[in-house]
């Protein structure tokens, strides 16, 4: 069912509603537009909106312009800190915004964004960003293939590690939401890795090479179920896995989604839901229960790239099944929920 829809200033590739409590309303979606000529440039901005699905509202409440954003990520609820909203910039940026509410008509809560922090990583473009669940370090992929860890402590960045951990560029860069020392990546390399970083260097805890047959795009922890996994890749392909033999990790499954996944949501109340974007193919709702994985509903609505997309978090406990997602080249931004009814 669709709610509400808008055309944002550049190429979308990115949107997040915020997990923290009395601003699930805010949604944050980025963009990258790359100006070709003789002086190339990579511009972007980032949007906040206030998403009322009951009443079919989706209005823009402040935007930022910024450098070309491939990723943003708010701090995780439960966190000391908050909410805060990562960005992973092309001009090697890491930078941290706050929301604040700032008086004005609108009457919205969090309907401003203060730069609090940024961070040069690299000369290298920052593809991906990941929060640990305590919100005081950030993890991120380089389009050179290094990762790097930036400790966020009392408001200010700095880089506390970085190593080359890939041939090519890193898209995926996720902390174990269970087990925080631990970090995977993925790459265009094809490679699949986990790093331990109780240690110094990092220490490789385990590294696939041949499951993926293209690039990897996104990996995604269970929120639920501290054994499983999700990876994402161009070659079309969801995969589950079993991590809980950490040197052994064993990949139980895969479904075919008829684009390379881009991006994984899991359902914020619904442990087996999946929300995924799929290039090519717009967007699916998946279930992914066990060793089995089944498609539920797709969406295709959007007329170019699916990259961006997130499940609105329900207030006080109560189930909410509203989705963004956005699409690249058309700049499209849509709010909607799923036609079929969505079981506990």
Known sequence: MDIAHCHLDGNADAVEFCPHESFDNILAACTYTLQEGDQPSRTGSISLFDVDADSSRLSLIHRVQTAGIFDIKWSPFGATVGPLLAQAGADGYVRVHKLESCSDESQVPGNSLLEVSDEQVSSSMCLCIDWNPSATSLAVGLSDGSVSIISFLESQLSISRDWKAHDFELWAASFDIQQPQLMYTGS???????WDMRDEPSNLAFQSRKAHTMGICCITKSPSDPYTLLTGSYDEHLRVWDVRSIAKPVHETSISLGGGVWRIKYHPSVPDLVLTACMHNGFAVVKVKDD?????????????????????????????NVIATCSFYDRLLRVWKPEGDIQE
């Open 188 to 194: 265009d390399d094809c490679k699949f890795s986990c």
């Open 292 to 320: 089995k994985a089944e498609v539920l509903e797709t969406y295709n609505k959007h007329g170019s790239l699916a990259y961006g997309a997130d499940w609105q978090r329900g207030c006080l406990g109560r189930k909410n």
